[in-house]
Every structure is written in C-alpha cells, then in structure tokens.
C-alpha cells in the first residue's frame, strides 16, 4: 500500500477522519464548512483512494490554508474499513481525545461535529442515529433504501442483541481509549458491515454506547458507493459475530 502523508498533527483535542473516493464535488466545500465552524479546535484526515477525478488536489490546494488539514492517499480502491483502520492508527499515535467518522458527501451535517463530541465527553462511543427514539430522520432517501436500511438495523439487533438503533451508521465519536481497547488488528470488516462490527466490538467491552439523534440527508451530487457485495457481507457478518463471540474467538 503506497500511501502519502502530508502535514503533523496539531494540537486539536478532536480528529474527524474523512474517507474518500470521487468527491471532487463535495470535498471542498465540505472541509471550507468545517474548518470555518470548528476552526483549531478540530484537525481533518481525508484518507483518499486514488480518486480519479481530482478528490485529492483540492485537498492539498486547501492544506495551503488550513493547517489542521492532513491527507493519505492510497494507492487504490481499497475499502472503507481499511480506510477507517488507517485513520485510526494515525489518530492513535498522535494522541487525539476524540476520533470522529464522517462521510464526505454531506449526508452528516457538519453542524452536528460539536453534539456528538459534547456527547463523548460522557460516553465511550457516541453514533449520531437516523432511527433513534423509534424515529426516522432521513431526508430525500427512496423507500426501498429506507427499507433495506431500516431493516438491516433490525436485523442485526435480532442478531447479535446489541442495543444499538441505527448500527450502521457512519456517523460517529470515539474516545481515543476505545479505540486502543479493540483490537484494531482483529476487525475484518468492510462496507458498512465495518459500522456494525466496530460498534460490537465496543458493546462487548462492556463500554458504555450512545445514540443522538441526527438528520441524515441523502447526497445531492456525486454517486452512492453502497453495493450488493456490502449487503451480502453485513447478512453473513453479524452471525460471524454473534458466533466469534459465543465462543470467546472475538
């Protein structure tokens, strides 16, 4: 893996970790919001795929302007676990208090960073939920994405009995200490079965997981990166689980 690192980390408590893969689109605005909002008190790491489109340039054009910005690139399409995998490890060595996940395409509403971190502040794993309270918060999504989603939160409950409303969601805030408990070597996860087993790893820690309500709207530019292979890996992937821990292999 041939990645590219630019810029030290700086003395921001939080690190929000962005993954990326053709968002030439929304990526600069995106980072222009939160920096604007959050300034020193927040340092960004995209981690990009080898975007084709250019994902990338704007982020080292922006690192001229923002010094909490930093960037891997990676030498190709290599998934959002892994993604996510490298982020923290970064993350870990440079001592953040607080590790966010967030998506790049402003589905996560960057006005909602400083909830889920007010949140961590009691809490060891916070995810900002679309279905919490037995509410539905998501704006612009056809119903048979709102279906699948709504389902596969359902399912996975039923599952592996983790008390989680919206277990795929990719929201979220983790204190560093977590992070440094799990065991990042062991997840093998990607697609959005990653969010499930993450947040299944923290829950059988005995750690203490809150959901806060937030507002997912769909992306309005740019393509969806969900696809029938990450369906069928989250189907299978909570019964591994449910069975790793059953017979204390997690």
């Given at each position: 893996?041939n990645e590219?690192?630019?810029g030290?980390?700086?003395?921001?408590?939080?690190?929000?970790i962005?993954?990326?893969?053709?968002?030439?689109?929304?990526?600069?605005?995106?980072?222009?919001?939160?920096?604007?909002?959050?300034?020193?008190?927040l340092d960004?790491?995209v981690?990009?795929d080898c975007?084709?489109?250019?994902?990338?340039?704007?982020?080292?054009?922006?690192?001229?302007?923002?010094?909490?910005?930093?960037?891997?690139?990676?030498?190709g399409?290599?998934g959002?676990?892994?993604?996510?995998?490298?982020?923290?490890?970064?993350?870990?060595?440079?001592r953040?208090?607080?590790?966010?996940?967030?998506?790049?395409?402003?589905?996560h509403?960057?006005?909602?960073v400083g909830?889920?971190?007010?949140?961590?502040?009691?809490?060891?794993?916070v995810?900002?939920?679309?279905?919490?309270?037995?509410r539905?918060?998501?704006?612009?999504?056809?119903?048979?994405?709102?279906?699948l989603?709504?389902?596969?939160?359902?399912?996975?409950?039923?599952?592996?009995?983790?008390?989680?409303?919206?277990p795929?969601?990719g929201f979220?805030?983790?204190r560093?200490?977590?992070?440094?408990?799990?065991?990042?070597?062991?997840v093998?996860?990607q697609?959005?079965?990653?969010q499930i087993?993450?947040?299944?790893?923290?829950w059988?820690?005995?750690?203490?997981?809150?959901?806060?309500?937030i507002?997912?709207?769909?992306?309005?530019v740019?393509?969806?990166?969900?696809t029938?292979?990450?369906?069928?890996?989250?189907v299978?992937?909570?019964?591994m689980?449910?069975?790793k821990?059953?017979?204390?292999?997690?």
């Amino acid at each position: 893996m041939n990645e590219e690192l630019r810029g030290d980390a700086g003395a921001a408590p939080s690190l929000v970790i962005i993954p990326t893969y053709n968002e030439s689109e929304n990526v600069g605005r995106l980072l222009e919001t939160l920096m604007a909002s959050y300034g020193r008190s927040l340092d960004i790491l995209v981690i990009d795929d080898c975007s084709p489109d250019g994902t990338a340039e704007i982020v080292r054009r922006l690192q001229e302007r923002f010094t909490g910005l930093h960037l891997i690139e990676r030498a190709g399409k290599l998934g959002l676990g892994t993604a996510y995998i490298t982020g923290f490890r970064w993350a870990l060595r440079r001592r953040y208090r607080f590790i966010l996940e967030m998506d790049a395409d402003f589905s996560h509403d960057p006005a909602s960073v400083g909830a889920l971190i007010a949140a961590a502040e009691g809490a060891d794993l916070v995810i900002g939920s679309r279905y919490v309270g037995n509410r539905v918060n998501v704006v612009n999504w056809p119903l048979g994405r709102l279906i699948l989603s709504k389902g596969a939160s359902i399912y996975t409950r039923l599952v592996t009995g983790m008390p989680v409303a919206d277990p795929t969601g990719g929201f979220k805030c983790f204190r560093r200490e977590v992070l440094e408990q799990i065991e990042l070597d062991r997840v093998a996860s990607q697609g959005y079965s990653f969010q499930i087993e993450v947040n299944f790893r923290v829950w059988k820690k005995g750690l203490r997981i809150v959901e806060v309500p937030i507002v997912f709207t769909d992306r309005t530019v740019g393509l969806s990166k969900m696809t029938k292979e990450n369906i069928r890996e989250a189907v299978w992937m909570v019964w591994m689980l449910k069975l790793k821990s059953l017979f204390g292999r997690l």
